[in-house]
């Protein structure tokens, strides 16, 4: 008999599923881990970036003791728009009260000052007796010593108005912006005057005593004479009063624009040339038209101007000091 052909023994699949089952199960776990991975790392990366600005952050303590006391200054000073304008109004009031009272004192000696403003007139005459000036109007007199007054006034409440304006400008500047403030706050008066008595001792004289050089007198000939208004002789002098002490601030001027780095040195050079043509502009423009007032103001501003320019080379050497200091 002929033997039956063996039937080829089936595949056990259960096994198959099993191991099948096993490598999704290990699949799973895998997937599994790295999205918990994933997400574990995407959580940490917040805490990871608090970290990092943590450290990025500059300790307290590492903060400058100037940066913090600037800060303090700053926000002590800080105030809304309406308490400034009140400020404003209270400095203001100040100012013109002490200008009031002291136009009503000087209203009542207005005519010794006056007399007191004829010392360049009777040194270039050459004595009181021969110093004559007149007025062509009935209130011409009256309306010059109001004027005189008031000018008194102003000059003498100088020192009050720059005090009222510091007390209303220093809140608001750091204590070491304030003590750079005051000196020249109190340099100003000081060379205002100083450029007032160059121009009442010096100059005045010596223009008035051309202008009487002018006058023809003498026997057998026409009599011309200067007979000024008291008008026209106060507003000459209040005019260049106010041009010489104006332009005497030079020195002030050109110092506070080198502090704050505007100008310097080689450019106060380099602009001398330009300066001169300058200057003796301005002294034509504000001095009568004669060369010894012209040249009476355009010397001293010359002169000035030098000084300027060792002002702000001391200035820089400050500031380069300062500048060592602070680094480390």
């Not at 009503?104 to 007191?116: C, Q, R, S, T």
């Not at 011309?224 to 008291?230: F, K, S, W």
């Not at 110092?255 to 106060?268: F, P």
Request: aromatic share 10%; proline share 6%; with cysteine.
């Amino acid at each position: 008999m002929s033997e039956k052909p063996k039937k080829p023994k089936a595949v056990k699949q259960p096994k198959v599923v099993k191991n099948k089952r096993k490598l999704k199960k290990s699949n799973d776990k895998k997937t599994q881990a790295k999205l918990e991975g994933f997400v574990g790392k995407s959580a940490k990366k917040p805490e990871q970036d608090e970290k990092l600005v943590k450290k990025s952050k500059p300790k307290k303590s590492d903060a400058p003791k100037e940066d913090k006391e600037k800060t303090s200054e700053l926000t002590s000073s800080e105030a809304p728009l309406m308490e400034h304008l009140a400020e404003l109004r209270k400095r203001l009031i100040y100012s013109f009260i002490a200008i009031g009272v002291l136009f009503i004192g000087f209203f009542f000696i207005a005519d010794h000052i006056f007399l007191f403003l004829l010392s360049p007139f009777i040194t270039a005459s050459g004595g009181i007796e021969s110093v004559r000036l007149i007025y062509t109007a009935p209130q011409e007199f009256f309306f010059t010593k109001l004027s005189v007054a008031l000018f008194s006034a102003m000059f003498a409440a100088f020192p009050i108005i720059a005090s009222q304006i510091y007390q209303f400008v220093a809140p608001g500047l750091y204590k070491n912006e304030r003590g750079a403030f005051l000196p020249y706050l109190i340099a100003t008066p000081i060379l205002f005057v100083i450029g007032a008595a160059v121009m009442f001792y010096g100059v005045m004289p010596l223009a008035l005593s051309f202008f009487l050089s002018q006058e023809i007198t003498g026997i057998g000939s026409a009599t011309i004479e200067m007979l000024p208004r008291v008008s026209e002789y106060l507003g000459l002098i209040m005019t260049l009063v106010f041009a010489f002490g104006i332009c005497f601030q030079l020195p002030i001027v050109l110092t506070l624009l080198a502090s704050i780095e505007i100008v310097d040195v080689e450019k106060l050079k380099s602009w001398r040339k330009y300066a001169i043509v300058a200057i003796l502009f301005v002294a034509a423009f504000l001095t009568p038209p004669d060369p010894i007032s012209q040249m009476g103001l355009a010397l001293p501003l010359l002169l000035l101007y030098e000084i300027s320019i060792i002002s702000v080379r001391i200035v820089e050497r400050r500031r380069l000091k300062k500048e060592e200091a602070m680094q480390p």
